[in-house]
């Protein structure tokens, strides 16, 4: 079963999706690097997958104190420990991809810094 999973997110991940908003027009689209940053967190390389798209490992961190926090709700009897379905957790994560899109396209305009390399 997990031959499989393995099989298809080696497919994905090994080709990847070609970015046609940077393709049009020379800038990142707000998802750029996604894909990148998921490849490097499966390898264990957490510096590179936040420099490709801090959202993906801002959302395993989510996903986790959800779930630790929902697991201590349910052996401790008490729902109010359970963090889950909270809306800060959105409104934080569309403010990364915000300030993430802004900011590797100011580096990229302006510097000339490139914050996406691709990979090896």
Not at 2 to 13: A, N, Q, T, V
Not at 88 to 112: D, E, H, T
Request: hydrophobic share 50%; with cysteine; glycine share 10%.
């Amino acid at each position: 079963m997990f031959e499989g999973l393995g099989y298809f997110l080696r497919g994905i991940l090994g080709i990847g999706m070609p970015c046609f908003f940077h393709m049009l027009t020379g800038l990142y689209c707000p998802g750029c690097g996604g894909t990148r940053a998921v490849k490097m967190l499966l390898e264990g390389n957490l510096k590179m997958s936040f420099q490709y798209h801090p959202l993906v490992l801002y959302t395993v961190c989510v996903i986790c104190l959800e779930g630790i926090s929902w697991a201590f709700s349910r052996i401790w009897k008490r729902s109010s420990l359970y963090v889950g379905h909270v809306n800060v957790f959105v409104l934080i994560a569309a403010a990364i991809v915000v300030v993430n899109w802004i900011f590797k396209n100011y580096m990229l305009i302006v510097k000339g810094v490139d914050l996406l390399p691709p990979l090896a």
